[in-house]
Protein backbone atom coordinates (compact mmCIF):
# COMPACT_ATOMS: atom_id res chain seq x y z
CA UNK A 1 0.00 0.00 0.00
CA UNK A 2 2.56 2.32 1.10
CA UNK A 3 4.90 1.38 -1.62
CA UNK A 4 2.30 1.86 -4.55
CA UNK A 5 1.29 5.60 -2.60
CA UNK A 6 5.04 6.24 -3.40
CA UNK A 7 5.33 5.30 -6.74
CA UNK A 8 2.09 7.01 -7.39
CA UNK A 9 3.20 9.69 -5.93
CA UNK A 10 6.62 9.66 -8.04
CA UNK A 11 5.10 9.51 -11.45
CA UNK A 12 3.26 12.23 -10.62
CA UNK A 13 6.37 14.15 -9.79
CA UNK A 14 7.95 13.25 -12.86
CA UNK A 15 5.25 13.89 -14.85
CA UNK A 16 4.85 17.56 -16.86
CA UNK A 17 2.52 18.56 -14.43
CA UNK A 18 4.73 17.63 -11.26
CA UNK A 19 6.55 20.87 -11.01
CA UNK A 20 9.85 22.69 -11.86
CA UNK A 21 8.24 22.41 -15.67
CA UNK A 22 6.37 24.34 -17.55
CA UNK A 23 3.29 22.32 -18.92
CA UNK A 24 2.35 25.12 -21.08
CA UNK A 25 5.23 26.18 -22.11
CA UNK A 26 4.28 30.38 -22.12
CA UNK A 27 6.11 32.47 -19.54
CA UNK A 28 4.48 33.13 -16.21
CA UNK A 29 3.14 36.36 -17.52
CA UNK A 30 1.61 34.93 -20.55
CA UNK A 31 0.00 32.80 -18.96
CA UNK A 32 -1.79 34.71 -16.18
CA UNK A 33 -3.09 36.73 -18.91
CA UNK A 34 -4.83 33.65 -20.82
CA UNK A 35 -6.58 32.99 -17.33
CA UNK A 36 -7.41 36.73 -16.90
CA UNK A 37 -8.98 36.53 -20.66
CA UNK A 38 -10.75 33.31 -19.88
CA UNK A 39 -12.03 34.96 -16.60
CA UNK A 40 -12.87 37.73 -18.53
CA UNK A 41 -14.84 35.82 -21.43
CA UNK A 42 -17.12 34.03 -18.65
CA UNK A 43 -18.22 37.91 -17.90
CA UNK A 44 -19.39 39.08 -20.80
CA UNK A 45 -20.62 35.27 -21.77
CA UNK A 46 -22.89 36.00 -18.89
CA UNK A 47 -23.92 39.64 -20.04
CA UNK A 48 -24.78 38.03 -23.71
CA UNK A 49 -26.40 35.05 -22.59
CA UNK A 50 -28.42 37.35 -19.48
CA UNK A 51 -29.21 39.22 -22.92
CA UNK A 52 -30.38 36.69 -25.01
CA UNK A 53 -32.68 35.53 -22.19
CA UNK A 54 -34.22 39.19 -21.30
CA UNK A 55 -34.67 39.34 -25.50
CA UNK A 56 -36.43 36.25 -25.52
CA UNK A 57 -39.31 36.62 -22.84
CA UNK A 58 -39.93 40.30 -23.96
CA UNK A 59 -42.98 40.93 -25.96
CA UNK A 60 -41.38 42.91 -28.95
CA UNK A 61 -37.80 43.96 -28.71
CA UNK A 62 -36.80 47.54 -30.73
CA UNK A 63 -35.01 47.19 -34.13
CA UNK A 64 -31.65 48.13 -33.92
CA UNK A 65 -31.62 49.27 -37.22
CA UNK A 66 -34.13 52.55 -36.49
CA UNK A 67 -32.14 53.13 -33.16
CA UNK A 68 -28.73 52.74 -33.66
CA UNK A 69 -26.78 54.84 -35.88
CA UNK A 70 -25.39 51.64 -37.93
CA UNK A 71 -22.98 53.51 -40.13
CA UNK A 72 -21.51 54.59 -36.95
CA UNK A 73 -21.02 51.35 -35.02
CA UNK A 74 -19.79 49.88 -38.11
CA UNK A 75 -16.65 52.51 -38.52
CA UNK A 76 -16.25 51.60 -34.57
CA UNK A 77 -16.08 47.92 -35.89
CA UNK A 78 -13.63 48.66 -38.76
CA UNK A 79 -11.51 50.95 -35.97
CA UNK A 80 -11.11 48.24 -33.85
CA UNK A 81 -10.62 45.92 -36.19
CA UNK A 82 -8.01 47.66 -37.94
CA UNK A 83 -6.22 49.02 -34.06
CA UNK A 84 -6.11 44.87 -33.58
CA UNK A 85 -4.19 44.13 -36.68
CA UNK A 86 -1.86 46.84 -36.34
CA UNK A 87 -1.68 45.76 -32.36
CA UNK A 88 0.14 42.35 -33.72
CA UNK A 89 2.23 43.92 -36.14
CA UNK A 90 3.40 46.02 -32.54
CA UNK A 91 4.10 42.39 -31.67
CA UNK A 92 5.95 40.95 -34.49
CA UNK A 93 7.90 44.66 -34.81
CA UNK A 94 8.52 43.83 -30.47
CA UNK A 95 9.58 40.02 -31.35
CA UNK A 96 12.18 41.46 -34.26
CA UNK A 97 13.38 43.78 -31.28
CA UNK A 98 12.90 46.94 -33.26
CA UNK A 99 11.40 49.29 -30.61
CA UNK A 100 10.92 52.53 -32.64
CA UNK A 101 8.68 50.39 -35.45
CA UNK A 102 6.62 48.72 -32.42
CA UNK A 103 6.67 52.72 -30.75
CA UNK A 104 4.57 53.49 -33.92
CA UNK A 105 2.17 50.62 -34.20
CA UNK A 106 1.51 51.34 -30.23
CA UNK A 107 0.41 54.68 -30.69
CA UNK A 108 -1.05 53.67 -34.15
CA UNK A 109 -3.30 51.33 -31.58
CA UNK A 110 -4.01 53.80 -29.28
CA UNK A 111 -5.25 56.31 -31.30
CA UNK A 112 -7.88 53.60 -32.71
CA UNK A 113 -8.31 52.93 -29.55
CA UNK A 114 -9.38 56.67 -28.51
CA UNK A 115 -11.56 56.59 -31.46
CA UNK A 116 -13.71 54.03 -31.05
CA UNK A 117 -13.81 55.93 -26.96
CA UNK A 118 -14.80 58.77 -28.88
CA UNK A 119 -17.41 57.22 -31.18
CA UNK A 120 -18.63 55.63 -27.70
CA UNK A 121 -19.31 58.15 -25.95
CA UNK A 122 -20.70 60.11 -28.66
CA UNK A 123 -23.42 57.29 -29.61
CA UNK A 124 -23.93 57.11 -25.47
CA UNK A 125 -24.84 60.85 -25.09
CA UNK A 126 -26.89 61.12 -28.28
CA UNK A 127 -29.08 58.03 -27.38
CA UNK A 128 -29.18 59.52 -23.59
CA UNK A 129 -30.64 62.72 -25.25
CA UNK A 130 -32.93 60.94 -27.20
CA UNK A 131 -34.32 59.94 -23.27
CA UNK A 132 -32.74 55.97 -23.07
CA UNK A 133 -32.06 55.36 -19.26
CA UNK A 134 -31.32 51.85 -17.32
CA UNK A 135 -34.57 52.17 -16.03
CA UNK A 136 -36.26 53.24 -19.11
CA UNK A 137 -36.35 54.16 -22.62
CA UNK A 138 -38.41 55.37 -25.52
CA UNK A 139 -38.24 52.21 -27.95
CA UNK A 140 -39.89 49.63 -26.22
CA UNK A 141 -39.02 47.33 -22.92
CA UNK A 142 -37.01 48.87 -20.22
CA UNK A 143 -34.45 45.88 -21.02
CA UNK A 144 -33.30 46.89 -24.26
CA UNK A 145 -31.45 50.31 -22.96
CA UNK A 146 -30.63 48.23 -19.97
CA UNK A 147 -28.97 45.57 -21.76
CA UNK A 148 -27.36 48.23 -24.06
CA UNK A 149 -25.69 50.78 -21.77
CA UNK A 150 -24.45 47.20 -19.05
CA UNK A 151 -23.19 45.39 -21.77
CA UNK A 152 -21.59 48.18 -24.44
CA UNK A 153 -20.23 49.83 -20.97
CA UNK A 154 -18.67 47.07 -19.74
CA UNK A 155 -16.73 46.64 -23.08
CA UNK A 156 -15.63 50.60 -23.17
CA UNK A 157 -14.60 50.23 -19.93
CA UNK A 158 -12.04 47.22 -21.38
CA UNK A 159 -11.70 49.56 -24.05
CA UNK A 160 -10.40 52.51 -21.82
CA UNK A 161 -8.14 49.84 -19.60
CA UNK A 162 -6.57 48.53 -22.51
CA UNK A 163 -5.46 52.35 -23.90
CA UNK A 164 -4.32 52.77 -20.76
CA UNK A 165 -2.43 49.78 -20.92
CA UNK A 166 -1.29 50.33 -24.06
CA UNK A 167 -0.15 54.14 -23.44
CA UNK A 168 1.97 52.90 -20.95
CA UNK A 169 3.85 50.21 -22.70
CA UNK A 170 4.05 52.20 -25.78
CA UNK A 171 5.78 55.16 -23.16
CA UNK A 172 8.09 52.46 -21.83
CA UNK A 173 8.84 51.05 -25.20
CA UNK A 174 9.95 54.86 -25.78
CA UNK A 175 12.05 54.68 -23.11
CA UNK A 176 13.86 51.79 -24.10
CA UNK A 177 12.52 49.98 -20.79
CA UNK A 178 11.13 47.65 -23.06
CA UNK A 179 10.21 43.79 -23.44
CA UNK A 180 8.56 41.99 -26.08
CA UNK A 181 7.12 39.54 -23.46
CA UNK A 182 4.75 43.15 -22.41
CA UNK A 183 4.24 44.41 -25.53
CA UNK A 184 2.68 40.39 -26.43
CA UNK A 185 0.30 40.31 -23.19
CA UNK A 186 -0.56 43.77 -23.79
CA UNK A 187 -1.94 42.61 -27.18
CA UNK A 188 -3.38 39.26 -26.27
CA UNK A 189 -5.88 42.08 -23.87
CA UNK A 190 -6.33 44.17 -26.80
CA UNK A 191 -7.25 41.40 -28.82
CA UNK A 192 -9.72 40.16 -26.65
CA UNK A 193 -11.36 43.24 -26.33
CA UNK A 194 -11.57 43.42 -30.21
CA UNK A 195 -12.93 39.34 -30.40
CA UNK A 196 -15.86 40.83 -27.31
CA UNK A 197 -16.77 43.57 -29.71
CA UNK A 198 -17.21 40.58 -32.77
CA UNK A 199 -19.49 39.45 -30.19
CA UNK A 200 -21.52 42.05 -29.01
CA UNK A 201 -21.72 43.72 -32.89
CA UNK A 202 -22.87 40.53 -34.11
CA UNK A 203 -25.50 39.69 -31.35
CA UNK A 204 -26.72 42.92 -30.28
CA UNK A 205 -26.36 44.98 -33.38
CA UNK A 206 -27.22 42.72 -35.96
CA UNK A 207 -29.30 40.18 -34.98
CA UNK B 1 18.15 39.23 -43.42
CA UNK B 2 16.63 35.79 -43.25
CA UNK B 3 15.34 36.82 -40.03
CA UNK B 4 14.01 40.30 -41.54
CA UNK B 5 11.99 38.24 -44.42
CA UNK B 6 10.78 36.34 -42.49
CA UNK B 7 9.33 39.23 -40.14
CA UNK B 8 8.15 40.90 -43.24
CA UNK B 9 6.13 37.46 -44.15
CA UNK B 10 4.61 38.04 -40.46
CA UNK B 11 3.01 41.24 -41.48
CA UNK B 12 2.20 40.38 -44.66
CA UNK B 13 0.01 37.68 -43.14
CA UNK B 14 -1.55 39.98 -40.49
CA UNK B 15 -2.87 42.41 -43.27
CA UNK B 16 -4.20 39.68 -44.85
CA UNK B 17 -5.78 38.46 -41.70
CA UNK B 18 -6.98 42.31 -41.61
CA UNK B 19 -8.34 41.76 -45.08
CA UNK B 20 -10.06 38.33 -43.94
CA UNK B 21 -11.88 39.76 -41.28
CA UNK B 22 -12.94 43.23 -43.00
CA UNK B 23 -15.01 40.43 -45.34
CA UNK B 24 -16.56 38.49 -42.74
CA UNK B 25 -17.87 42.17 -41.14
CA UNK B 26 -19.17 42.90 -44.35
CA UNK B 27 -20.60 39.78 -44.12
CA UNK B 28 -22.21 39.77 -41.01
CA UNK B 29 -23.83 43.08 -41.71
CA UNK B 30 -25.75 42.18 -45.17
CA UNK B 31 -26.65 39.45 -42.79
CA UNK B 32 -28.07 42.16 -40.36
CA UNK B 33 -29.80 43.33 -43.15
CA UNK B 34 -30.98 40.24 -45.35
CA UNK B 35 -34.64 39.63 -45.34
CA UNK B 36 -34.23 35.77 -44.12
CA UNK B 37 -35.96 33.68 -41.43
CA UNK B 38 -34.48 34.86 -38.05
CA UNK B 39 -33.41 31.89 -36.95
CA UNK B 40 -31.54 31.09 -39.70
CA UNK B 41 -30.39 34.43 -39.62
CA UNK B 42 -29.10 33.84 -36.21
CA UNK B 43 -27.27 30.64 -37.05
CA UNK B 44 -25.31 32.59 -39.95
CA UNK B 45 -24.17 34.95 -37.01
CA UNK B 46 -23.10 32.77 -35.15
CA UNK B 47 -21.12 31.13 -37.93
CA UNK B 48 -19.52 34.21 -38.84
CA UNK B 49 -18.57 35.36 -35.15
CA UNK B 50 -17.23 32.08 -34.91
CA UNK B 51 -15.01 32.22 -37.80
CA UNK B 52 -14.12 35.91 -36.70
CA UNK B 53 -12.80 34.80 -33.53
CA UNK B 54 -11.24 31.44 -34.73
CA UNK B 55 -9.14 33.92 -37.02
CA UNK B 56 -8.36 36.54 -34.36
CA UNK B 57 -7.03 33.96 -31.66
CA UNK B 58 -5.14 31.92 -33.94
CA UNK B 59 -2.72 34.14 -35.62
CA UNK B 60 -3.46 37.49 -33.92
CA UNK B 61 -2.89 35.74 -30.17
CA UNK B 62 -0.69 33.43 -31.82
CA UNK B 63 -2.93 30.80 -30.80
CA UNK B 64 -1.54 28.48 -33.49
CA UNK B 65 1.67 28.54 -32.59
CA UNK B 66 0.85 27.85 -28.74
CA UNK B 67 0.92 24.12 -26.86
CA UNK B 68 -2.24 21.96 -27.13
CA UNK B 69 -2.36 22.58 -23.26
CA UNK B 70 -3.06 26.00 -23.42
CA UNK B 71 -5.44 25.96 -26.96
CA UNK B 72 -7.64 23.55 -24.59
CA UNK B 73 -7.78 25.95 -22.28
CA UNK B 74 -9.03 28.87 -23.80
CA UNK B 75 -12.20 26.90 -25.46
CA UNK B 76 -12.87 26.55 -21.34
CA UNK B 77 -15.11 29.75 -21.60
CA UNK B 78 -16.68 28.81 -24.56
CA UNK B 79 -17.94 25.75 -23.65
CA UNK B 80 -19.06 26.80 -20.27
CA UNK B 81 -21.16 29.52 -21.35
CA UNK B 82 -22.86 26.85 -24.02
CA UNK B 83 -24.06 25.07 -21.22
CA UNK B 84 -25.09 27.88 -19.31
CA UNK B 85 -27.09 29.25 -22.61
CA UNK B 86 -28.49 25.91 -23.17
CA UNK B 87 -30.09 25.15 -19.59
CA UNK B 88 -31.23 29.01 -18.92
CA UNK B 89 -32.86 29.14 -22.59
CA UNK B 90 -35.43 26.75 -22.43
CA UNK B 91 -36.91 28.85 -19.45
CA UNK B 92 -37.57 31.66 -22.14
CA UNK B 93 -40.24 29.62 -23.78
CA UNK B 94 -42.81 29.66 -20.91
CA UNK B 95 -45.28 32.33 -19.96
CA UNK B 96 -42.79 34.68 -18.57
CA UNK B 97 -43.71 37.82 -21.38
CA UNK B 98 -46.09 39.32 -19.32
CA UNK B 99 -44.14 40.50 -16.12
CA UNK B 100 -41.79 42.25 -18.40
CA UNK B 101 -44.58 43.65 -20.35
CA UNK B 102 -46.10 44.89 -16.53
CA UNK B 103 -43.21 45.98 -15.95
CA UNK B 104 -42.30 48.22 -18.89
CA UNK B 105 -45.73 49.93 -18.64
CA UNK B 106 -45.67 50.50 -15.43
CA UNK B 107 -42.73 53.04 -15.99
CA UNK B 108 -43.68 56.34 -16.93
Known amino acids: MDSSLAAEQQRILASNWGGGKSPFGTSWSKFMMWIFIISDALTFAAFLITYGFMRSISPEWPKQTEVFNMVLITFMTFVLISSSAVMAMAVGAARAANPKLAFRFLVLTVVGGLMFLGCQAFEWSHLIEEGARLTHNPWGVPQFAASFFVITGFHGFHVLSGVTILAIVAIRAAMGKYSADQVENAGLYWHFVDVVWVFVFAFFYLL | ?108
Do not use: D
Open chain 2, 1 to 108: MAEHEQHALSYRLYLKTWGWLLVLTAVALALGYAPINEKFKAFLLVCTTLAKILVIASIFMHLRYERLNLILLTFVPLVLAVILFSFTFPETLGTATHVIQVRGNAVP
